[in-house]
């Protein structure tokens, strides 16, 4: 299974439960994920290397930031600042919002889970989180990786397509092309898969 | 008593805690999750969820022991309890959260009172059990390191 089995990924874990925070870290670590545990939104965005008033980080580029996070997983319910906040803060950032977000919840509310995946979470679990979900974090993390590899490579050939559609005829562009829609219909998928949802 | 015996009674301890519904599959997950690196990670749990029981039941005493009940600090409190509850497999606690909460949404004091004494009840009877566990674990745990030496 080539490189990406061996690269280890790091999870920002953010819960307002003790107990809770020693599971999900229990659960990643065995799952071989890096893992770092907060126990709210706002620390989360400080390890992120944001300012909760902030919409961009500080730093000149992304590499000169604190540690970087492959992907947040983060409780719905917590004080201050929900996990649904903590997603829109992630994701209005420039600098952030393409680190995937998996949102947790006690609750099974179909509402809530609707916000979450329209705000751009990833996926939604149901607690108590199972040894099994977590295999469905790397497919995440691994989109998300292709998707920066595409941009670098946009940037470098020097060309000003937008990445989501090519008229070109090299074979790098087809390629490319085929990647993104593969990439589009499965992120509609999954958007759409979680648990019991009959969601339009 | 030897390592095989000791882990006998764990195990028969264990599977009549599962068939009485004191716990539920989560605590299977909890074993799951305990190996060599992590040894202690089941008894951390049980230990943890203990702790924060304990205080969460006290503060909950103390808000339905007023004369005006805040109901929403109870709330929260009782959803905080059925959420670790179930986080490590304490089924019977988790089912008496649930009906707390719903005497909770309707306001009904006398319900709350009854429903937090089932929740004590449930808890401590499980308390004493995880009392029997956790000395076991740690008898088969220094065994084991014993056994290295």
């Known amino acids: 299974m080539a490189v990406d089995a061996e690269a280890q990924f790091h999870v920002l874990a953010v819960d307002d439960s003790l107990l809770d925070r020693k599971l999900i870290e229990r659960l990643l670590k065995t799952s071989s994920f890096q893992v770092t545990t907060v126990d709210s939104g706002s620390k989360a965005l400080e390890v992120l290397g944001l300012k909760e008033d902030q919409t961009s980080t500080p730093a000149l580029s992304p590499e000169h930031n604190e540690i970087e996070v492959n992907l947040v997983i983060t409780d719905y319910c917590m004080p201050g600042m929900t996990g649904y906040d903590l997603l829109k803060k992630i994701k209005e950032s420039s600098s952030l919002k393409d680190i995937p977000v998996v949102i947790m919840s006690s609750e099974n509310v179909p509402s809530r889970i609707n916000r979450c995946l329209e705000e751009g979470a990833e996926e939604f679990f149901l607690k108590p989180v199972q040894l099994s979900d977590m295999r469905r974090l790397r497919p995440h993390i691994l989109k998300g990786k292709h998707k920066e590899q595409q941009l670098h490579q946009e940037e470098n050939s020097n060309t000003n397509h937008i990445i989501i559609s090519s008229s070109n005829n090299n074979n790098m562009s087809n390629k490319r092309k085929a990647m993104d829609e593969e990439v589009l219909s499965e992120r509609t998928r999954l958007r759409f898969s979680s648990s019991s949802l009959n969601v339009i | ?149």
């Open chain 2, 1 to 149: 008593m030897s390592l095989m015996a000791l882990r006998e009674q764990l195990n028969v301890l264990v599977n009549s805690m599962f068939l009485e519904g004191l716990l539920d599959q989560q605590f299977r997950q909890l074993q799951m999750l305990q190996d060599a690196s992590s040894p202690g990670f089941v008894a951390e749990v049980i230990t943890l969820f203990c702790e924060d029981s304990e205080r969460m039941l006290t503060e909950l005493t103390k808000l339905l022991d007023q004369a005006v009940v805040d109901y929403q600090k109870v709330d929260a409190y009782v959803h905080q309890l059925k959420g670790s509850s179930s986080s490590v497999g304490a089924q019977n606690v988790k089912l008496a959260c649930i009906q707390f909460k719903q005497f909770c949404e309707e306001n009904n004091k006398e319900g709350c009172l009854s429903a937090l004494n089932m929740v004590k009840h449930q808890y401590y009877s499980l308390r004493s059990k995880f009392d029997t566990m956790l000395q076991l674990e740690q008898r088969i745990q220094a065994y084991g390191s014993e056994q290295q030496n």
